[in-house]
């Protein structure tokens, strides 16, 4: 992927000498890497950042190509050392606000969130487009929801995608699941009766996938019925799931003590709860599961990052905070290689700044 060629050098330069800033107010850590990226002094944020199999990190977020111009999405190529290799604007007519990106089993690229917004509102509609290895359009799909929390790829190139549907004049929200098919057509989707969002979805191997959805965690299967679920307490809400290699779920979120994270297996049995001394405003945002088993739970509190690795029985390993004088937010993280993490954030300036660092636990 070659595209941006010409704007490698400066961007390099720039994130190295942001980088120097950020680092002096940051903990000491076991860093790979910190970069700051400044797309000619617009406003960059959000998005999502994944692992390719050959170790190139892709980051995912919203800016503009010129002054004036609507928001589009911003995809940047990194290297092992956190150099920018490549980088690529794509978009549609009206602002794309970007929330993730994941990579598949044959090195494509998939990219999602909102089309169609008008920044200031928000109000567009789900929107997932796919790249070939080397950055090629496949397809660019508007999805028949308000916005696009998560999604997972399956073996088979199928598509899930979880997020919710507004109804404007009762200010509620309805849960969301569209499936497409390899091509970016759609299979089928589910509205439900309850209320809220599908803030996130994990799947194993067999096909089944599992959803956090405020009071109500669920698990479904490739044809959209349900395996099971659990209709919690509404002092609950479950914002974040991931899954281990040994088939064990963990769940996070708030409940009405603070935050905390619950351990079920694949039948929806619960195997443990742990409470997570953070006292904050702000809550769990991402969960991913590392080589050992363990599970790093991340979120946005106060302007400020909170990182927790819990190990696979519920105790918690270590806490790390993350600030910066302007204050700053987590958009995604990804597990990396030998249990070293990869972070994405956005500094919270007038013209936000995209913040990128890799680390060990």
């Not at 050098?9 to 076991?30: C, G, R, Y």
């Not at 089928?188 to 194993?204: I, P, Q, T």
């Not at 991913?288 to 909170?306: E, R």
Request: hydrophobic residues 40%; negative net charge; aromatic residues 10%.
């Amino acid at each position: 992927m070659s595209r941006g060629i010409h704007y490698i050098d400066i961007f390099n330069l720039k994130a190295s000498a942001l980088a120097e800033q950020i680092v002096k107010e940051f903990p000491a850590e076991n860093y790979k890497f910190v970069k700051g990226f400044d797309n000619q002094q617009f406003n960059d944020f959000g998005g999502g950042i994944a692992q390719r199999p050959n170790g190139e990190l892709v980051v995912a977020a919203s800016s503009r190509k010129a002054e004036g111009t609507m928001y589009d999405s911003w995809l940047l190529g990194l290297d092992a050392s956190g150099k920018m290799i490549w980088n690529i604007s794509l978009g549609n007519r009206f602002d794309d606000i970007v929330n993730k990106v994941s990579i598949s089993a044959q090195n494509e690229i998939y990219v999602a969130g909102v089309t169609g917004a008008i920044i200031d509102s928000l109000k567009g509609q789900g929107w997932l487009y796919k790249l070939d290895a080397n950055g090629d359009n496949i397809f660019n799909q508007r999805i028949d929801i308000d916005e696009v929390l998560d999604f997972v790829v399956y073996p088979d190139n199928k598509i899930l995608i979880a997020g919710y549907s507004k109804d404007s004049k009762e200010s509620t929200f309805t849960p969301n699941l569209v499936k497409l098919n390899a091509n970016g057509k759609k299979l089928w989707s589910r509205a439900y009766s309850s209320k809220g969002k599908v803030y996130s979805l994990a799947n194993d191997a067999s096909g089944i996938t599992y959803a956090a959805a405020g009071n109500w965690i669920f698990a479904i299967n490739q044809e959209g019925y349900l395996k099971w679920d659990i209709l919690l307490d509404q002092s609950i809400k479950y914002t974040a799931v991931d899954m281990n290699a040994n088939n064990k779920l963990v769940f996070a979120g708030l409940n009405a003590t603070g935050v905390f994270a619950s351990a079920y297996n694949i039948d929806g049995e619960k195997i443990w709860e742990s409470p997570i001394g953070i006292s904050e405003n702000g809550n769990i945002e991402q969960i991913i599961s590392l080589p050992d088993h363990s599970f790093v739970l991340a979120g946005t509190f106060n302007n400020k990052i909170k990182v927790v690795h819990m190990d696979e029985a519920g105790g918690i390993k270590s806490e790390k905070e993350f600030c910066l004088p302007q204050g700053i937010k987590l958009n995604d993280l990804t597990a990396t290689d030998d249990n070293f993490v990869a972070i994405s954030a956005t500094r919270l300036t007038g013209k936000g700044d995209l913040i990128v660092f890799k680390m060990g636990l």
